[in-house]
């Protein structure tokens, strides 16, 4: 498959890298001030000169960055950092490759969380499809579990959806830390940014609950005028800031842990720091990331693993891809 990759950041460059071993070309790469395309049909870019030329000279070629859009492509990579209300541009940049009855693949949340509804819309009138598995859980099959078993028979879905709280919340219980002394350490790990809000004060957590439910909501519903879309604003969300080391202590002599939990379920989306057992299976440590999935017949299933990462996250969209051939 050909492929127009928009964003040359980590989980971009990690596209770039593998598609190739898994049999994909690609034919353009583009950040938000350059791009290089390739030259005519049947070529495809020097990734390797590409990406040298983005860490050393902070562009990945000459070409403009809309060059990409118009690409000879079967498949629009969208791995452009995530953005909340419009989603813009990652949202412009799905729209145009679905206008050409092109398919896209997203790593992007934004347009999956905030515009679901344009989204469908967009695809319903494309012979393009649009995949996402990569914007929940990094390479857990999150997403492709719900739709082999179908929307309809997902009567909930929980789990610890973001690396960076549960590093911080698994340490502060291990070591008996304070909340800033285990953060500082995670800054210093480059496991959590140098703003970490977004992951502490639970957003990125809710966002892909936000996309679970969308996901629920119309798969479920009959028509899709009848499917509820939710936003971030229809989230109750609460972060880790406000967990004491006291409260984790106390947990553990109860065989409890604390973790920050996100849930879709009853129509509602939730994420909050939650009492789980110890040997839960959502007790995971570390970066790690799990999720639970009830379903109307199979039970309760489970997927574990990296929930993040230029590989990980990659790995689904190449996994995305490969239902698309």
Do not use: W
């Not at 629009?76 to 729209?95: M, R």
Request: with cysteine.
């Amino acid at each position: 498959m050909r492929l127009a990759i928009v964003g040359a950041g980590i989980v971009g460059r990690a596209v770039a890298e593998l598609a190739p071993d898994r049999g994909h070309e690609v034919v353009a790469i583009g950040d938000s001030t350059s791009a290089v395309v390739a030259d005519g049909t049947g070529e495809s870019v020097d990734v390797d000169a590409a990406l040298s030329r983005k860490a050393e000279r902070g562009i990945v070629g000459d070409d403009a960055p809309d060059d990409v859009l118009a690409a000879d492509y079967d498949a629009l990579v969208e791995a452009t950092p995530t953005t909340l209300g419009d989603a813009e541009p990652g949202f412009a940049h799905v729209a145009a490759a679905l206008e050409r009855d092109r398919h896209a693949v997203l790593a992007n949340k934004g347009p999956v969380a905030e515009r679901f509804g344009d989204l469908r819309a967009a695809a319903a009138d494309s012979a393009g499809e649009v995949r996402f598995e990569a914007t929940v859980g990094g390479a857990m099959p999150v997403l492709s579990t719900i739709e082999d078993h179908g929307a309809a028979h997902v009567d909930a879905v929980r789990g610890v959806l973001n690396g960076t709280a549960n590093f911080v919340l698994s340490r502060m219980a291990a070591e008996g830390l304070d909340y800033e002394h285990v953060l500082a350490e995670a800054q210093d790990l480059g496991v959590a940014e140098a703003d970490p809000a977004f992951d502490v004060d639970g957003t990125d957590a809710a966002l892909k609950c936000v996309i679970l439910a969308n996901v629920l909501s119309f798969g479920a519903a009959d028509n899709i005028d009848d499917a509820r879309e939710f936003t971030l604003d229809d989230a109750d969300v609460e972060g880790i800031r406000n967990v004491a080391g006291s409260a984790l202590d106390l947990a553990g002599e109860d065989g409890l842990t604390v973790r920050l939990i996100g849930e879709v379920a009853d129509g509602s989306v939730r994420v909050a720091p939650r009492l789980v057992k110890r040997n839960s299976a959502l007790s995971v440590s570390g970066t790690t990331n799990a999720a639970q999935i009830e379903t109307a017949s199979a039970g309760t299933l489970t997927v574990s693993g990296r929930g993040a990462g230029g590989e990980e996250t990659a790995s689904a969209v190449l996994m995305d891809l490969n239902r698309l051939q």
